[in-house]
């Protein structure tokens, strides 16, 4: 089991019914990002029409950023990235309004 | 009434000495910096209203305005550099008479055209920094494209709602661009833009004076090749005002456009080979 | 124009309608809010040049502005509500005709005095929150002790270099004021304005957008009595722009002014038995 | 022997050489604020006039704030507070431009 901290940013809060942080308990062994994405997918996100906002052909949607503790998820490894207990993981769409 | 000897005159001096005597700023030099300096801001909405204004007073030396869009009431809640006797008017224009009263020292030059891959080499030509305050996907692409090919720093910024982004790309040809950070566009139904999602005022202000804030830095060589982190802040105005800084990727040797192989070209930009429209989808994103 | 039925004009609703389709401004409830605040700015300098557009854009019913400097050419490189037409001109008279342009539905009053516990009173009286844009630590006493007593919440930041500060006072008569912070003054000579000190614009502006903001969250009652926390925000401009949130103690029984045995009260205050001069050193603080 | 970070903000870093953030081994045992202010006194400041500025009737010169871990030190005991590795602590004067 691993708790993580979950963060919809940018607006993305809307497919997972306005709550902006969430801490979760995610029952996985050696859970990866990947299990965390999957876990939002499955059991966060309420409207499944939602899912397509969140993940495009398996992977996080394009303009959404990722961060593993506030560092860009490329330079952690992604969706291999192993989770630890406190980690902080950010999502947030990219704003376009000026 | 300038030379080499006075570089500025006694006006000069009277009018920045409060800036000049921060240390950060380096004095006489940092001042010169700035009044030599040509920065380019796109889009005179939300963002722009609040940059322009301390671009100005701080003494920079060519400030150029890109905006086609005039000025409405439901505008004049966040883009405070206009106002209702301005109604009907380019917003340019509407900003350079506010820009010359308030520093008669400062040349403002404006376009009122849209960008677009045919006018951008050309009216970006000349420029030292860029700064992004548009609002749609399609022409941060295309500022970006633009600047690396003509090797401009860009300060890129945006927001809605109660929040906002801010990066520094394509540091001196060495950080990120636009497209390391995106290489594939959002689809067209995913972006909001604040012609319908609403946004607070002071919101989005408050990332035009970041903006403001970052390019006097950029200026005054604060940032340097060996110090420079790539980076994405994210402000939040509600529930509690926070700015966080996130650490972000290094420049994609795969980039299309500033990578080892880019095929994002100026040739290729200005021929329309790149199609920005189709890009990034048929939808009709209008500038706020 | 307007009553029960049909609480705004048509103007006005196009004019609000951004930020009233944003979700945690509660719409036109939440308008209606802002209509009916009347908010008082001490201080039309560094922090109110920005704070007060995004006040009236937003539409505050009616807003106060008390400063009896004058605007000089030295301040317009960061108070850039004025302008190089202005030099000479009465801050506040400045400022509030370009809020008057901006937007002709705020009711904008003007004090051309110095704040002094002989007339605090009768200028704050009738007032829903006072904004503290001043830059003396005398005035911030005066400021929060006379609040105090009117149970006003106050919106106090501060400014200087390339740094700011912000906190929320006597929030709602049950968070703690200036002098629980401050229980006892400054060593006169330790204090520097921005006089001598020197600052760069777009760092104060910064800090004033974030008043602005502060003041939409109280007037929109995004902050209660069960969820505020007290709090002093710290704004870095150089070399990373950052703002830190920092948790403060709470009201404090032993206060002198918003304590359990007050001595400040309003007839200390008004009869001078409370010499703000003699406490705070006599150095000629001036306001910038 | 603790490990903390001591910021000199607002200003107040003109004691330190402007240096605004000091990585500090303390060699005390049960080391508290207090021990850490008379470093700072004793070993960081290194114009003895400039210790006025810092110090005032041998507690914080009134007008500096002092945090702890981004927190009040009126709520964590103020010079008795005991030290942990990794704190943060935070002097910063109060400023009054406008
Ligand atoms: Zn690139
Ligand atoms: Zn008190």
């Not at chain 2, 000897?5 to 000049?20: A, H, I």
């Not at chain 2, 010169?32 to 005179?44: E, H, P, R």
């Not at chain 2, 290489?183 to 609403?198: D, I, K, M």
Request: net charge negative.
């Amino acid at each position: 089991m691993v708790k993580v901290k979950v963060e919809f940013l940018g607006g993305l809060d809307v497919v997972v019914n306005k709550v902006r942080v969430h801490d979760i308990n995610l029952m996985v062994d050696n859970a990866t990002l990947r299990d965390l994405v999957n876990y939002i997918c499955n059991d966060m996100i309420t409207n499944p029409n939602d899912i397509e906002v969140f993940i495009e052909d398996e992977s996080i949607r394009p303009g959404i950023i990722t961060l593993i503790n506030d560092t860009d998820w490329e330079l952690e490894g992604e969706m291999e990235y192993e989770l630890e207990d406190g980690d902080v993981i950010s999502f947030t769409s990219t704003l376009h309004g000026g | 009434k300038s030379n080499d000897e006075y570089p500025m005159s006694l006006e000069e001096y009277r009018r920045y000495g409060r800036q000049m005597i921060v240390e950060s700023t380096g004095g006489v030099k940092g001042q010169l910096k700035l009044k030599n300096s040509k920065v380019l801001v796109i889009g005179a909405g939300g963002l722009g209203s609040p940059c322009l204004p301390y671009l100005a007073g701080a003494g920079i030396g060519q400030i150029g305005i890109v905006d086609n869009d005039i000025v409405e009431t439901s505008n004049l809640h966040r883009q405070t550099i206009h106002d209702s006797t301005k109604v009907g008017m380019l917003k340019c224009e509407s900003a350079k008479q506010v820009l010359n009263k308030l520093n008669p020292h400062v040349n403002i030059i404006t376009y009122p055209v849209r960008l677009s891959y045919s006018n951008a080499f050309d009216i970006f030509e000349g420029y030292d920094y860029v700064l992004d305050c548009t609002d749609t996907p399609l022409t941060r692409y295309l500022v970006s494209d633009v600047a690396v090919n003509l090797g401009l720093t860009v300060v890129s910024a945006s927001g809605l709602g109660t929040e906002g982004q801010l990066s520094v790309l394509n540091f001196k040809n060495v950080g990120p661009c636009y497209r390391c950070f995106y290489p594939t566009p959002p689809p067209p139904n995913s972006v909001s833009s604040c012609q319908e999602g609403g946004v607070i005022g002071p919101c989005i202000g408050l990332v035009g004076v970041l903006m403001a804030v970052e390019t006097i830095k950029l200026i005054l060589d604060v940032y340097t090749v060996k110090n420079f982190q790539p980076f994405l802040m994210l402000y939040s105005g509600f529930p509690q005002q926070s700015l966080r800084t996130f650490k972000m990727r290094g420049r994609k040797a795969n980039c299309k456009c500033c990578g080892d192989e880019p095929t994002i070209t100026q040739n290729a930009i200005e021929s329309g080979e790149i199609n920005y429209e189709l890009f990034c989808g048929s939808r009709n994103y209008n500038v706020c």
